[in-house]
């Protein structure tokens, strides 16, 4: 296993391991209930971080977190499905679900 990614937040952490599994990458979340452990423990040791299981991916895996971290903010999307606004960068309506467009 490799960590591939410290994360300020869960939610932060949630959404790059989510990424990472679209790409077929197995991936696991530690720290996940650190966070009522602050003051406790160090700050560096209770954040979320990403881990892969198969080290052989771990540039795949970075190059994918870097290119999320550095995409540029789209416009908004309409869902085909629904037809709720969603914010640019989405995959999927918040609202019903279906895939959106590219």
């Keep these: 296993m490799k960590r591939v ?21 197995a991936t696991h979340i ?5 966070a009522g452990a602050l003051g406790e ?10 881990w892969i299981d198969d080290d052989r991916q771990e540039a ?4 994918a977190l870097a290119g999320l971290r550095d995409a ?12 709720e606004t969603n914010p640019g960068n989405f995959l999927s309506c918040w609202h019903c679900g279906g895939a959106l467009p590219d």
């Design 5 to 25: 990614h410290i994360a300020p937040t869960l939610l932060d952490a949630q959404l790059a391991a989510d990424a990472l599994s679209g790409l077929g990458i």
């Design 30 to 34: 530690l720290n996940a209930n650190a």
């Design 41 to 50: 423990v160090p700050f560096m040791q209770a954040q979320p971080e990403v």
């Design 60 to 63: 795949q895996a970075r190059e």
């Design 72 to 83: 540029p903010l789209r416009g908004e999307k309409t869902c085909p499905h629904c037809g």
